[in-house]
């Protein structure tokens, strides 16, 4: 059973230049762990809560030198030279000695660096790939990958609000992630082309590396998706489909939709959600109503249900309260899992379990302010995610988790899940 000889952290930087955390954990076998975690910016407020130093004269507050101190420090303290049957029991003695329901006290970004560090440094002790020890954690026995859904144009918290919904995606239908990720580069190059042309600009990218013209609203976003796609030599959800990360809840108030200059009350705006559906055969709908619009999330569901998958991300947050209540109402049939939504790998793997026990699909999705480190790959394709999530082909911080991908590929030959699964011909 490993046993913890030292754990340390580091504040670092990520993908937007904030301040986050890198944990190390070195095991009395010598075999020695680290993880970088990521922030996002689009939050649910269900979320565990990031500790952040609040000092305005640095990182004007979001330093993370207090909850680096905390793995060090206390964390450290309170497990060190324990020898622990496995992650589940180094998770809930994190839970614990936290002691609050958001992990607010030591900070969701100490709590979560130290579960992924400890998790890289038994894999390594066991001389196994990671991918194979995250399957592990949840009884699985992976032997495919997950298909990409790539950003192509972005938009709300991740482009300063020029279109108000977050992201366009594009899921190439190649047969491996080889020829998706071939398939993606022509469609970005043929997204930047057409921006030169139609707006003059050039390609400027987003948070998580999509393209971001000056779209005048929703509709010409999808349309010029849409078109790049087919200058790019492919058809339409024939080659290469759509999705859209609406982040709704960004817009809502009070039980109106701010949809650019129109005011739409929930059943416009799942008309507005059902309309771009049909005209583009959307293949996922993420966030397509806020969190807290519980009322008509399951109208929503039932309207797309076999035709687009309905995800949910603010509207769960990996949370399993959230998860078991949107399966009771029948609100969504798709998880978006971030684990640093929750906290811990071990409260993921539930969240996780919960959904596949629902008959529900699986998205594994990175975050807009993330690292170079590549877990999230493993983690997709142990916990053997129907998709997942990175964002674009460009920024380091992406491409270093598709080429993981590329690398697992290659060492397993896995082939790659099939899209839209179980979804009827749109």
Same mark, same amino acid.
């Given at each position: 059973? *490993?046993?913890?000889?030292?754990?340390?952290a580091l504040e670092i930087l990520d993908s937007r230049g904030c301040p986050t955390l890198r944990a190390r954990c070195e095991l009395s076998s010598g075999a020695i762990g680290a993880a970088s975690? *990521?922030?996002?910016?689009?939050?649910?407020?269900?979320?565990?809560?990031?500790?952040?130093?609040?000092? *305005?004269?640095?990182?004007?507050?979001? $330093?993370?030198?207090?909850?680096?101190?905390?793995?060090?420090?206390? #964390?450290?303290?309170?497990?060190?030279?324990?020898?622990?049957s496995g992650q589940h029991e180094l998770d809930e003695s994190l839970r614990v000695l936290d002691g609050t329901p958001d992990k607010s006290r030591l900070g969701a970004n100490a709590i979560l660096?130290?579960?992924?560090?400890?998790?890289?440094?038994?894999?390594?002790?066991? @001389? +196994?790939?990671?991918?194979?020890?995250?399957?592990? &954690?949840?009884?699985?026995?992976?032997?495919?990958?997950?298909?990409? +859904?790539?950003?192509?144009?972005?938009?709300?918290?991740?482009?300063?609000?020029?279109?108000?919904?977050?992201?366009?995606?594009?899921?190439?239908? $190649?047969?491996? #992630?080889?020829?998706?990720?071939?398939?993606?580069?022509?469609?970005?190059?043929?997204? /930047?082309?057409?921006?030169?042309?139609?707006?003059?600009?050039?390609?400027?990218?987003?948070?998580?590396?999509?393209?971001?013209?000056?779209?005048?609203?929703?509709?010409?976003?999808?349309?010029?998706?849409?078109?790049?796609?087919?200058?790019?030599?492919?058809?339409?959800?024939?080659?290469?489909?759509?999705? =859209?990360?609406? @982040?709704?809840?960004?817009?809502?108030?009070?039980?109106?939709?701010?949809?650019?200059?129109?005011? &739409?009350?929930?059943?416009?705006?799942?008309?507005?959600?059902?309309? %771009?559906?049909?005209?583009?055969?959307? =293949?996922?709908?993420?966030?397509?109503?806020?969190?807290?619009?519980?009322?008509? %999330?399951?109208? &929503?569901?039932?309207?797309?249900?076999?035709? +687009? &998958? =309905?995800? $949910?991300?603010?509207?769960?947050?990996?949370?399993?309260?959230?998860?078991?209540?949107?399966?009771?109402?029948?609100? /969504?049939? +798709?998880?978006?899992?971030?684990?640093?939504? #929750?906290?811990?790998?071990?409260?993921? @793997?539930? !969240?996780?379990?919960?959904?596949?026990?629902?008959? %529900?699909?699986?998205? =594994?999705?990175?975050? !807009?302010?993330?690292?170079?480190?590549?877990?999230? @790959?493993?983690?997709?394709?142990? %916990?053997?995610?129907?998709?997942?999530?990175?964002? !674009?082909?460009?920024?380091?911080?992406?491409?270093?988790?598709?080429?993981?991908?590329?690398? #697992?590929?290659?060492?397993?030959?896995?082939?790659?899940?099939?899209?839209?699964?179980?979804?009827?011909?749109?």
């Amino acid at each position: 059973m *490993p046993t913890i000889v030292r754990l340390s952290a580091l504040e670092i930087l990520d993908s937007r230049g904030c301040p986050t955390l890198r944990a190390r954990c070195e095991l009395s076998s010598g075999a020695i762990g680290a993880a970088s975690i *990521p922030s996002g910016a689009s939050r649910g407020t269900a979320e565990a809560s990031e500790l952040r130093d609040g000092d *305005p004269n640095r990182f004007a507050g979001l $330093g993370c030198s207090r909850a680096a101190a905390h793995v060090g420090g206390e #964390i450290n303290q309170h497990l060190v030279a324990r020898e622990l049957s496995g992650q589940h029991e180094l998770d809930e003695s994190l839970r614990v000695l936290d002691g609050t329901p958001d992990k607010s006290r030591l900070g969701a970004n100490a709590i979560l660096a130290t579960s992924l560090a400890f998790a890289r440094a038994v894999a390594l002790e066991r @001389a +196994t790939p990671l991918h194979r020890y995250f399957a592990s &954690l949840v009884d699985a026995g992976p032997a495919r990958l997950p298909r990409p +859904t790539i950003n192509l144009f972005s938009g709300g918290k991740h482009a300063g609000g020029r279109v108000p919904i977050q992201d366009v995606l594009i899921v190439p239908l $190649g047969p491996t #992630i080889g020829d998706c990720l071939a398939m993606a580069y022509d469609v970005f190059q043929s997204a /930047a082309e057409l921006g030169r042309r139609k707006y003059a600009v050039r390609p400027l990218r987003a948070d998580e590396g999509g393209l971001s013209p000056p779209f005048s609203d929703v509709d010409s976003m999808l349309a010029d998706a849409a078109e790049s796609i087919q200058r790019a030599g492919y058809a339409l959800h024939t080659d290469v489909a759509l999705a =859209v990360d609406v @982040a709704a809840t960004h817009f809502y108030d009070r039980g109106v939709y701010a949809l650019g200059e129109e005011r &739409l009350a929930s059943a416009a705006m799942i008309d507005r959600l059902l309309s %771009w559906q049909q005209r583009y055969h959307l =293949v996922s709908i993420e966030d397509g109503l806020a969190e807290d619009d519980w009322e008509n %999330w399951p109208r &929503l569901a039932r309207s797309l249900k076999g035709r +687009t &998958l =309905v995800v $949910g991300d603010d509207l769960l947050c990996t949370n399993p309260a959230r998860i078991r209540r949107a399966i009771e109402s029948a609100a /969504a049939d +798709t998880l978006l899992l971030k684990v640093n939504q #929750i906290g811990t790998l071990t409260e993921a @793997a539930q !969240s996780f379990r919960l959904a596949r026990d629902a008959g %529900w699909s699986v998205t =594994v999705s990175a975050r !807009s302010g993330d690292t170079e480190d590549d877990w999230l @790959a493993d983690l997709a394709v142990g %916990w053997s995610a129907d998709q997942i999530k990175i964002g !674009s082909i460009t920024q380091s911080e992406r491409l270093a988790k598709y080429n993981r991908l590329l690398e #697992i590929e290659a060492e397993t030959g896995w082939p790659i899940v099939d899209w839209p699964a179980g979804q009827e011909s749109a």
